[in-house]
Every structure is written in structure tokens, then in C-alpha cells.
């Protein structure tokens, strides 16, 4: 089992340039989601999915898109990014309900916007 | 919605002292409370969690208390070593289960 890949590990956008962040699971968890992290902020949840075809904001949910078309992917989106979203991004997923159980994070995605 | 205080944000020991983090939540609600560590640069992992329904729990060094009244539990590891220094962040689940929310984390430092 590879657990959670997330693709890029490293990334670097200009302001207004837009990407996507891959993250795919291969423990049929249908639970996944979206954090960032920043110097002295913690985890911050951004989306979530609690099945394919369902998503929900978290708490920092602006400027970032998700979808959830299968169980395995969950990409995030920036539609125009800004300096506002350097940050390191976790992918995580889950085999219960993303609060009643383990979290299984990814390596992490780490994004400059210059 | 859920808010979760962490202290303190830095705690330096020496090997072989005990340490303890103390974490805050604001939803009486909440009934999932796990810690989890993070080295300078991997992901976050899972070390301990404790439920609701229990007031202690122990795993080897470290260990987890949680007192609902008090809406507080802490982390607690004994016998430090110098892997043991890392961030560590607890968490508390929100209102209908589907997501944790996150203190700001303690970085520990265990000085050889």
C-alpha cells in the first residue's frame, strides 16, 4: 500500500496562475480532506469529502476548489493563486468519519506564490 | 464551531525529564481527542487518542488524560528522548463528527 500521494511535493506559481494539487488514496477510506499549514497556526482544514460526490468547506475554504468524482482522488484546486496561499498542504484521508478516527496525511505539498 | 487552545507553544527539557501539553476545547460535544506528532519536515502522525467515555490512557512513555467537565486534556511523556523532540499538535472533533479541528502545536525540544 502507498497510503496517501500527494503530487507536487514542490511548487512555485506567480500571482494569478492557477494549479492543481493531486492527492489519491489507496485504502478505500471514503473520508478525505484538505489541510494547510502555517509557521505557528497549526492544521487548518480547508475542504472535505465524506464520499465520492460529496464535499463541504472547512475552515478556510476561500480561494481553493475541491471535487471528489471517485473514492481514491481528491484534488485541490487554486484558481488564482496568491501570496496569501503559500503554504505546506496535507492531503489526508480516513476509514471513518474524518472525526471519529485516524488521520492518514500525505507527505505534504509545498507552495510558493511569488 | 470547535476552538482548541494548546500550551505552550515551545517546551525545552532535558533528556530523561518528563513533559506535558495541555489542550483546551470549546464544544462540549466533542467526544474524539487524539495528539498527533510531527517531525521537522514529514507528515503528521498519529500517536494517541483518547475517548469520551475514558479518562486515561497510556501507550509505553506517553500517556493522555482528559477531564470533559473541564473541557481540557493533556499529553504527558515520561522518560524523554532526544527523537521524542518534534511538534505536536492535539485535536478535538466538531459537532456531527466529520472533522477535527486542530490547536496551534508545541514544539518540544529534548536537549542529549
Known amino acids: 500500500n502507498a497510503g496517501v500521494t500527494q503530487t507536487p511535493k514542490f511548487q512555485v506559481l506567480k500571482t494569478g496562475q492557477s494549479m492543481t494539487l493531486q492527492c489519491a488514496q489507496d485504502?478505500?477510506?471514503?473520508?478525505m480532506s484538505w489541510y494547510r499549514q502555517d509557521p505557528g497556526m497549526g492544521l487548518r482544514l480547508i475542504h472535505y469529502?465524506?464520499?465520492?460526490?460529496?464535499?463541504d468547506q472547512g475552515e478556510v475554504p476561500n480561494g481553493y476548489n475541491v471535487s471528489r468524482s471517485t473514492t481514491e482522488d481528491f484534488p485541490l484546486r487554486l484558481l488564482s493563486a496568491a501570496p496569501s496561499q503559500t503554504s505546506v498542504y496535507f492531503c489526508?484521508?480516513?476509514?471513518?468519519?474524518?472525526?471519529?478516527?485516524?488521520?492518514?496525511f500525505g507527505e505534504g505539498s509545498r507552495l510558493t506564490v511569488l | 464551531g470547535e476552538n482548541v487552545e494548546q500550551h505552550p507553544s515551545t517546551l525545552s527539557v532535558q533528556e530523561g525529564d518528563s513533559a506535558v501539553i495541555k489542550c483546551t476545547y470549546s464544544d462540549s460535544a466533542s467526544n474524539y481527542f487524539p495528539w498527533y506528532k510531527q517531525e521537522l519536515g514529514k507528515r503528521p502522525q498519529l500517536i494517541i487518542d483518547i475517548r469520551s467515555n475514558v479518562g486515561e490512557k497510556k501507550d509505553q512513555r506517553i500517556a493522555v488524560t482528559l477531564n470533559k467537565t473541564a473541557k481540557h486534556f493533556s499529553l504527558h511523556i515520561t522518560e524523554t528522548q532526544p527523537e521524542d523532540s518534534a511538534v505536536y499538535f492535539c485535536?478535538?472533533?466538531?459537532?456531527?463528527?466529520?472533522?477535527?479541528?486542530f490547536g496551534k502545536g508545541t514544539m518540544l525540544l529534548v536537549s542529549p
Open positions: 485504502m478505500n477510506h471514503e473520508y
Open positions: 469529502s465524506v464520499g465520492a460526490g460529496i464535499t
Open positions: 485535536a478535538a472533533n466538531a459537532t456531527g463528527y466529520s472533522t477535527l479541528t
Open positions: 489526508a484521508s480516513s476509514y471513518s468519519r474524518g472525526g471519529a478516527g485516524e488521520l492518514f
